[in-house]
């Protein structure tokens, strides 16, 4: 049972490139949430997803897209990459509205 | 709109001293409460939670938090410290949205 799994783990980029990160759960939760951490400033929502097929935007949205295809999979995708979203990216799912978010372990996105 | 304050960025304690990390919210209607951790290179992880009830709520490695809705806060305790608490610690509310609102996180030094 693996939880909650982002790939890649690590990654560079040039500026202006562009990636997707993938977010793939396993625990059959409706909601799935993308976050970027940065020093001192806690985790911000970037996208999230209430169910398949749906998406809202977060705190920060500007420069990031999201795809809800399919229940278990959450796609962040950065379409022209910039230094100022070099971050940590951390995916989330949960049950529902009240309940804990369960978080994978990170994406290190670096980009030049 | 919701936010998180962490009133100490890094805490320094010595081992088997006790340690209290504070944690403020604004909030206009009832909230659900959680504390996370973050140990190095890793995601976080559910520390505690309030939902409703008793507002003492305690985890299995002997952290306790104390929901106060007077003044809106959700102060993290622990008696006797360990060196293996040594970790980043998140306070995070939610306005039964589904999203998380965190604050900036404490960062906890457990010196032998």
């Known amino acids: 049972n693996a939880g909650v799994t982002q790939t890649p783990k690590f990654r560079v980029l040039k500026t202006g490139q562009s990636m997707t990160l993938l977010c793939a759960q396993d625990m059959n939760h409706e909601y799935m949430y993308w976050y970027r951490q940065d020093p001192g400033m806690g985790l911000r929502l970037i996208h999230y997803s209430v169910g398949e097929g749906t998406t809202a935007k977060g705190e920060v949205p500007d420069g990031y897209n999201v795809s809800r295809l399919k229940k278990q999979n959450f796609l962040l995708g950065l379409e022209s990459a910039a230094p100022s979203q070099t971050s940590v990216y951390f995916c989330?799912?949960?049950?529902?509205?009240?309940?804990?978010?369960?978080f994978g372990d990170g994406t290190r996105l670096s980009i030049l | 709109a919701q936010s998180v304050t962490q009133l100490d960025s890094q805490v320094p304690v010595f081992e088997e001293a006790p340690v209290e990390l504070r944690c403020n919210y604004s909030?206009?209607?009832?909230?659900?409460l959680f504390w996370y951790v973050q140990y190095p290179n890793q995601g976080l992880q559910l520390l505690l939670k309030?939902?409703?009830?008793?507002?003492l709520v305690e985890s299995i490695n002997g952290f306790e938090a104390e929901f106060n809705k007077s003044q809106t806060s959700f102060h993290l305790r622990k008696p006797s410290v360990h060196i293996s608490d040594t970790a980043e610690y998140f306070c995070a509310v939610s306005e039964d949205t589904g999203k998380l609102i965190f604050g900036q996180g404490t960062t906890l030094q457990v010196k032998p």
């Open positions: 909030s206009s209607v009832s909230v659900y």
């Open positions: 989330a799912t949960s049950w529902g509205t009240s309940q804990p978010q369960h």
């Open positions: 309030y939902l409703s009830g008793s507002t």
